[in-house]
């Protein structure tokens, strides 16, 4: 164990559905990184679905801590400091970033492996038992400590707890930046949102930023709808079990707005529902999956008449930069509310209570508090 190595605990996922709590070593920070103590780390499903990726693995990609260490050639950090992480790091000088594109970052999603060499953003600065270990999105923030590229950290403001703060970097960027970036919803625009989850809750805050005037929010849990009409929904509808093809849905929804919406958006994770939303937008209008929900699902071609515009966004076009800074700003404002999104709080050690409330459908967003 090197001088500054740190032992503690981390949720180590094992490659074929199981997870255990195990103790890792942590090193110090190299040249360009900053190691972090967690304080809180949000639970998504794909953390769920990181129990089956090649393991063993570091879960967690949404988190904030503290700075604990800061490496050689990284400015601007101090120890201590409040921060938040963001998986989707960019680096700045690939195709996409240069397109301004940064979540599609091809140093982030491995493609561009020349230039990535055997760079500790893979085999970690974490060890299990001594061999390196692998962490989810070069994060792996159910842990006590991670050691991350300094890129992947955004500072926050002082005066933010560190239990909301840590689904910045998943859930609210992906929604609210889906509606803001991505479909750049227009003031008097007419929004529709199907599935009113983590993802969801936030594309209804980002459509009212936006200015939306008509935001109709559905879900098949009520306590979830009046959740999102808190959150700035004009309308809400109810999906029923005994309305399989969604019929009765999106006649309800062409009730409200008869010509099809602006903007619609699936945020279910459900396959099945990913062309959803081609049924309830305009001729023009664009149909949104923001969920990255995988699997099959059908097609028929007239749903994409006329001009409607399909589109399946990565992380609500993140540019770090430019879009954390915003998201603060709007909560001290209090136009994006963080407070009622987090509906369950558990320790490291009872994330399979945390699966199990995420999964039961009418938790907000679940928290894994860590220090
Ligand atoms: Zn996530
Ligand atoms: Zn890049």
Request: charged share 20%; hydrophobic share 45%; proline share 5%.
């Amino acid at each position: 164990m090197n001088a500054g190595t740190l032992r503690g605990p981390a949720l180590i996922a094992n490659g074929q559905g199981r997870f255990a709590l195990e103790t890792v070593e942590v090193e110090p920070p190299h040249f360009g990184e900053v190691r972090v103590a967690m304080a809180a780390a949000g639970v998504c499903h794909t953390d769920h679905a990181s129990m089956r990726w090649a393991g063993p693995l570091v879960m967690g990609h949404e988190g904030a801590g503290y700075i604990e260490q800061i490496g050689d050639g990284v400015e601007g950090l101090t120890v201590g400091q409040p921060v938040l992480l963001n998986w989707a790091i960019p680096c700045g000088h690939c195709f996409q970033c240069d397109l301004g594109a940064e979540a599609l970052c091809e140093r982030t999603h491995e493609l561009d492996v020349a230039h990535l060499g055997t760079s500790r953003a893979h085999t970690g600065a974490t060890r299990l038992r001594g061999e390196p270990v692998q962490r989810a999105f070069h994060l792996g923030t159910f842990a006590h400590h991670t050691v991350v590229r300094a890129e992947a950290i955004t500072p926050l403001p002082h005066d933010m707890p560190l239990d909301l703060a840590c689904i910045l970097g998943c859930a609210v960027m992906t929604g609210v930046g889906s509606a803001v970036n991505v479909a750049a919803v227009l003031p008097g625009d007419s929004v529709a949102v199907i599935g009113c989850g983590g993802v969801g809750l936030n594309v209804v805050q980002g459509a009212r930023i936006a200015g939306a005037s008509t935001i109709v929010a559905i879900d098949r849990v009520r306590s979830r709808l009046t959740r999102a009409r808190a959150m700035g929904a004009t309308h809400t509808l109810l999906a029923e079990s005994d309305d399989p093809r969604a019929e009765r849905l999106i006649a309800a929804v062409r009730d409200i707005v008869s010509r099809g919406v602006d903007h619609a958006f699936e945020a279910t994770g459900v396959a099945d529902l990913a062309f959803l939303p081609l049924h309830m937008a305009r001729h023009g209008g664009n149909a949104l999956q923001v969920s990255g929900a995988h699997g099959p699902a059908t097609l028929e071609l007239p749903r994409l008449f006329w001009n409607k515009r399909y589109i399946a966004p990565l992380y609500g076009g993140c540019v770090p930069a430019r879009d954390f800074p915003r998201l603060f700003d709007w909560i001290a404002q209090g136009r994006i509310d963080l407070a009622n999104q987090v509906t369950h709080r558990y320790r490291l050690d009872e994330l399979e209570r945390a699966f199990a409330d995420m999964h039961d459908g009418r938790a907000g967003k679940v928290v894994l508090r860590i220090a």
